[in-house]
């Protein structure tokens, strides 16, 4: 008997079988008390850092606070739901993000995130120049919209209906194709900082 008429021969038995007792349940992350800690920790080890904040007012001084931390210009582009906070009164200009090719940081929010891998669920429904036009993208995601796993996060983002762009982002953009050498910043940001916020 060949190796080809051997190998259709087993799928033949294995199909005729039946299902196996032994088949393996569904995969679950293991569960987590603070999705929040646990997304910022898991951000950490893929380059991003991040800081919980007690709410939405405290992410201009923290914006300020990293920027001039890193010596960077102290100016972003904000996406429309957070322009009403006090950046002005923290020193950030803001610039307007879609009249620009790029922008030296963005701050927009997450519609979802993800515990167990520390990655961010961007749409085309939110602000999408945050993550593809900005040096330093700071990441606004709520409490609430921090899912365990992946599958849990498109299932809140998409529902029935998925958005016309999906990103899934771990960390600053980089690559490794040139001499396997790690260069950030290869398809957007050098830089990922996350807030969670209630």
């Not at 087993?10 to 603070?34: F, I, K, N, W």
């Not at 009249?99 to 030296?104: A, E, I």
């Not at 396997?180 to 910043?185: D, I, P, S, V």
Request: proline share 7%; glycine share 8%.
């Amino acid at each position: 008997m060949s190796s080809r008429a051997a190998i259709l021969a087993r799928l033949r038995a294995q199909a005729s079988a039946g299902p196996s007792a032994a088949a393996q349940p569904p995969y679950r992350p293991t569960p987590v008390d603070d999705l929040g800690a646990r997304l910022l920790e898991r951000a950490k080890t893929v380059l991003a850092t991040g800081e919980a904040v007690a709410s939405l007012a405290d992410i201009p001084a923290a914006v300020a606070r990293y920027l001039a931390s890193h010596e960077l210009a102290a100016e972003a582009a904000v996406a429309a739901d957070l322009a009403g906070l006090s950046w002005a009164a923290s020193g950030i200009c803001v610039l307007d993000a879609p009249s620009r090719r790029s922008v030296p940081a963005s701050v927009a929010f997450a519609p979802a995130a993800i515990a167990e891998t520390g990655s961010l669920m961007l749409t085309s429904r939110e602000a999408p120049w945050a993550n593809l036009l900005a040096d330093t993208h700071f990441a606004v995601v709520r409490r609430g919209d921090i899912l365990p796993s992946l599958e849990e996060a498109v299932g809140r983002i998409g529902g029935n209906r998925l958005p016309r762009s999906l990103h899934v982002v771990t960390g600053p953009s980089r690559t490794g194709d040139i001499e396997q050498t790690l260069e950030l910043g290869a398809h957007g940001a050098v830089r990922l900082h996350i807030f969670v916020a209630p």
